[in-house]
């Protein structure tokens, strides 16, 4: 194999112009010619991957992800920490693992449910542990 030749184009509309071909020899030696219509290479002008559109649709992504995953759990947060705050003896509660209750007395993170009035059946509770007040909800 000692004749190799190499194919080259430049970046013109014009194909034919543009192609030059050269014999390269196995000697080491490389030569490639490039012919070009004009002398000063054109820049075509670069897109940036990210544009305007694209930030904007972005932050609103990133807006409804902070409604989605924030702000809705922490609402019903507080709403659940009124509804406790706001409890008064003889409501009638439902715990978080469904046990129906009367309040009976209210301390500062334990409530005392009466469950059964035959016997007199009486849990303690944590705040956290109530579910709803059935009294005010009417559910």
């Known amino acids: 194999m ?3 030749w190499i194919l080259a184009q430049t970046d013109s509309s014009d194909a034919s112009p543009g192609i030059s071909s050269e014999p390269v ?3 080491e030696q490389t030569t490639t010619t490039v012919q070009s219509d004009s002398d000063a290479p054109t820049e075509t002008p670069k ?3 990210f544009g305007g559109t694209q930030l904007i649709f972005l932050a609103l992504m990133f807006v409804l992800m902070y409604m989605i995953l924030f702000r809705g759990p ?3 947060q507080q709403q659940h920490k009124q509804m406790v705050q706001s409890l008064t003896k003889n409501d009638r509660i439902q715990t978080i693992g469904g046990i129906i209750g009367t309040v009976v007395d209210i301390k500062e993170d334990e ?3 009466k469950i059964d009035e035959s016997n007199n059946t009486k849990i ?3 705040r956290s542990a109530i ?3 059935m009294s005010k909800d009417k559910n």
């Open 2 to 4: 000692k004749n190799v």
């Open 131 to 133: 579910g709803r007040n």
């Open 25 to 27: 020899t196995s000697d």
């Open 74 to 76: 922490r609402k019903k």
């Open 111 to 113: 409530i005392t449910l």
């Open 124 to 126: 303690k509770i944590l």
């Open 47 to 49: 897109r940036s991957p």
